[in-house]
């Protein structure tokens, strides 16, 4: 049986408080826990004050919650950032269901010690799956992921959001008041066609 630990940690929390940091993670967390209910064996769940974790049935469905929990901080427009863990682990033998959660409890040692060392570095997302190719080819999509979304200020996230909700630049400029002309110059400042084609390219990529 295939399953995938998502383990997740505030990398810097800018101007926020602790407290306020706390309530938004339970926030951003209630929200893929309904939306991605399906991919989900363990739903995410705080462990600590600033990290959650939980456990899917897909890789492609745990991709795709990364990519959700980053979005909804952007639409949310909240000060933090987090580091992101998910590890593949592999129960091709289950004598009993003492067997299975022992198996459980030592992936979740290995992603928590893969956690503590992207803490350590300046990447944001860490993908061990079972295979390394994949693995590697995965990582280095992410890097270019990582760029064009830390790219991106506080200040731009009110326009990002209109974009992430399919609206085109015409109807951005409309919404902002500006001319055509700038609603088009957002767009590709943010590099909005480039950030929808890594997310194509990851999820592709598995297929």
Known sequence: MDHFILMSA?????????????????????????????????????VMPYEFQGITNSLQGS??????????????NLDFKLKHVLYHDTLETIQSKH??????????????????LIKKTDSRFLIATSNEQSSLYLNN????????????KKSDYKYVKAFLNHMNYKEVAELFKLNVSSGWRREKTLKMKQYYTIKEMILTGIQ
Do not use: P
Not at 63 to 76: A, G, K, R
Not at 99 to 116: H, K, M, S
């Open 10 to 46: 505030v990398r810097h929390s800018g101007s926020s408080n602790k407290e306020n940091i706390h309530k938004e993670l339970q926030n951003v967390i209630a929200v893929i826990n309904r939306i991605h209910k399906k991919h989900f064996i363990t739903s995410l769940d705080m």
């Open 63 to 76: 991709l795709e919650m990364i990519f959700d929990i980053e979005e909804c901080i952007i639409e949310n």
């Open 99 to 116: 067997t299975a959660y022992e198996r459980l409890g030592f992936g979740l040692i290995d992603a928590r010690q893969r956690l503590d």
């Open 141 to 152: 999509l992410f890097l270019i992921y990582e760029d064009y979304l830390d790219s991106w």
